[in-house]
């Protein structure tokens, strides 16, 4: 079964949604990939990505990448090195384990929903939104194939 699949027009609208206004207060950039099979070191999916997508051509180096791999049941959540920076790793883990209780439960649109909320707020903290701000990457989800 493909990732898209499992995601209703809603449902992905709502994870959107999520981006867009965890950004709106935040110069930092978050994404959401979504695919059925990870199968290598999902860290290292997870940078593949991060660096097919070109998020690490922020200006302030604060681009956030959810990466899920539905099938196989894994998951990584990595931020460029300025926001890495400033929050470290224990930051991410408790957003993670956070996520990972409402994965268990296939709640895959409110895992991710929390994860780009509280990335958001991290990133809202460090790297306020100026007004002239552009939106540096997309907030649409991206599938894999
Ligand atoms: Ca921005
Ligand atoms: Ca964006």
Redesign the pocket.
Known sequence: MNALEHFSVEQQDRIKQAVHHA?VC????IRVYIEDKCKTDVLDRAAFIFAELLMHTTAERNGVLIYLALSDKKFAIIGDVGIHQKVGDDFWNTIKENMTMHFKQSHFTEGLVYGIIESGKSLQHYFP?AHN????LPNDLVFGK
């Not at 935040?26 to 950039?29: A, D």
């Not at 701000?133 to 540096?136: A, I, K, T």
């Open positions: 950004e935040t110069s930092g950039e939104r701000d552009n939106d540096e």
